[in-house]
Each structure stands twice: as structure tokens, then as C-alpha cells.
T-cell receptor, first 116, second 112 residues
């Protein structure tokens, strides 16, 4: 079974530019998560989708970040305009989206963003 | 406030020793608990999950959960240099849908 796919793997941009990341979850997984992981910190949830609906975006900086999952499968995360402090690894994860408590999420390889 | 706290370390143990990693969480309603291993420059990899009080063993790894004390730990027996990584503790609140929270991670170095 294929894992969570992400692209690009690396991106270097200048501040005030825009950037987009793509994620394709594990087949059949209804829940998709975008995390930001700054060096030396744990992953911080940016947005969580259940199918194509947003479950939680309370920590998404909505003035510059946006995300969509139009068909309930793959998703894009966009930053416009980027700031220096956005330099981080952006992790996509997915889980079945069941109501069972034994829900487990699986991570993609991440996109490493450097803003200069 | 939903927090997951870990000692950031670094924790160093000699090869063959037992490494003990600890995690506390603030939300008493938390339903499930996870340990992820993250090598430098890589994404988190699930190594253990635990849902009930007590111990759960998987090979050299043992997860321990004490919901009364809001405490979860990971023991790594016969530590190997390849175990050197950051270990992330994660909690799923799970009572209003899936809500995962991560600690900042503990850096483990196994010295040959």
C-alpha cells in the first residue's frame, strides 16, 4: 500500500513570494492533516480535513496561509506572501477518519521550506 | 489547554542499556497515545500506540500508560546506535473527533 505522498520535497523562496505544497493521502483515508514543524519543535497542526470539509484550522495563519481539499482526496497548502518565520518542514498526514479511538495517523516525507 | 510535555533532553545511554522516555499530558479525556521516532531530516515514524492503562510490548519497545497520573512512557531495551533519534509523544483527544497533539520531542543518543 502506498504511503502519503508529498511534493516538492524541498523549496527555497524569497520572502514575500508565494509557494504551494501538494499532498496525496493513503488511499481510503478520509482525514488529512497539515502540520508545520519548526526545527527543534514538535509538529503543530495547521489544518485538518475530514473528506473535503475543514475540521480544525484554528492555528492556521489565515492572512497568509490557505489550504483546500476539493475532491476529498489530495490537498494543497499555500503560503502567500511568505515570511522568514515560515521556514520549516510542512508535514502532511492522513488517517482513516473513523470514530474508533484507535485512530492512527501516518506521515508523508515532508516538504522542507527555506524562506530567504 | 491541551498540552503534551516531554523532556527535550538530550538523553544519552550506552549501547545495550535501557532508554526511558517520558511524557505527560494535560487533558484527562485523552483517548489514545502514540510514540513516533523521527530521524534527523526525516518525517515521524509510528513505533508504538497504546490505549489502555498498563504496558504494551513490541519487540524491544514497551509503552506504559497511567491515565490517573496522565503519564505515558516508552522504554527501549538493548538500545542500539540506530535508535538515536528524536522521540515524539502524541495524544489523540478523540472524544469530539480526532484531535492530535504532539510534544516537542526528546532527543536520544545511544553511545556505541
Amino acid at each position: 500500500e502506498a504511503g502519503v505522498a508529498q511534493s516538492p520535497r524541498y523549496k527555497i523562496i524569497e520572502k514575500r513570494q508565494s509557494v504551494a505544497f501538494w499532498c496525496n493521502p493513503i488511499s481510503g483515508h478520509a482525514t488529512l492533516y497539515w502540520y508545520q514543524q519548526i526545527l527543534g519543535q514538535g509538529p503543530k497542526l495547521l489544518i485538518q480535513f475530514q473528506n473535503n470539509g475543514v475540521v480544525d484550522d484554528s492555528q492556521l495563519p489565515k492572512d497568509r496561509f490557505s489550504a483546500e481539499r476539493l475532491k476529498g482526496v489530495d490537498s494543497t497548502l499555500k503560503i502567500q506572501p511568505a515570511k522568514l518565520e515560515d521556514s520549516a518542514v510542512y508535514l502532511c498526514a492522513s488517517s482513516l477518519g473513523s470514530v474508533a479511538r484507535q485512530e492512527t495517523q501516518y506521515f508523508g516525507p515532508g516538504t522542507r521550506l527555506l524562506v530567504l | 489547554q491541551k498540552e503534551v510535555e516531554q523532556n527535550s533532553g538530550p538523553l544519552s545511554v550506552p549501547e545495550g542499556a535501557i532508554a526511558s522516555l517520558n511524557c505527560t499530558y494535560s487533558d484527562r479525556g485523552s483517548q489514545s497515545f502514540f510514540w513516533y521516532r523521527q530521524y534527523s531530516g526525516k518525517s515521524p515514524e509510528l513505533i508504538m500506540s497504546i490505549y489502555s492503562n498498563g504496558d504494551k510490548e513490541d519487540g524491544r519497545f514497551t509503552a506504559q500508560l497511567n491515565k490517573a497520573s496522565q503519564y505515558v512512557s516508552l522504554l527501549i531495551r538493548d538500545s542500539q546506535p540506530s535508535d538515536s533519534a528524536t522521540y515524539l509523544c502524541a495524544v489523540n483527544l478523540g472524544y469530539t473527533g480526532n484531535q492530535f497533539y504532539f510534544g516537542t520531542g526528546t532527543s536520544l543518543t545511544v553511545i556505541p
